[in-house]
C-alpha cells in the first residue's frame, strides 16, 4: 500500500509541477498576444497548494537529499507567488522551483520503484 500511495503523490507532484511550470513558461507569450489573457497568480497559488500537499505527504517516507530538494524547490516557489501576490514583482526563482521539483519527484519515484521491484 505505501508503494502506491508514494508513487501516487509523486506522479501528483511531476504533475502539477509540469503544468505549473509549462503555464509560467507559456503564459508571457499568450499574455502578449491580443486575446485578452491577464496573469493571476491565484492559478500559481493553486498549482503550489497542489505541489505543497504532494511534498508534504512524500518527504516523511522520503531520503535526506530528496526531501531537502523538494523544500527547497517549494520555498523557491512560494517565495515567487508571495512576491508577486504582495509586491506585484515577478521573480525567476519560480521556474527553477519547478524544475527542481520535477527532478526531486522524480528521483523519489525512481528509488522507491528500484526498491519495490
Known sequence: ?????????????????TLCLVHCLIFP????????????????LLFASLGLFAILKIIKNSALLISAI?????????????SELFFEMHLDLIYYGGIGMIIGHLINYKLHRKQNH
Open 1 to 17: 500500500m505505501k508503494k502506491t500511495t508514494t508513487s501516487f503523490y509523486d506522479i501528483l507532484g511531476i504533475s502539477s509541477a
Open 70 to 82: 523538494l523544500v527547497v524547490s517549494m520555498s523557491l516557489i512560494w517565495i515567487s507567488i508571495l
Open 29 to 44: 507569450i499568450l499574455a502578449i498576444l491580443p486575446l485578452g489573457f491577464v496573469h493571476n497568480p491565484i492559478i500559481d
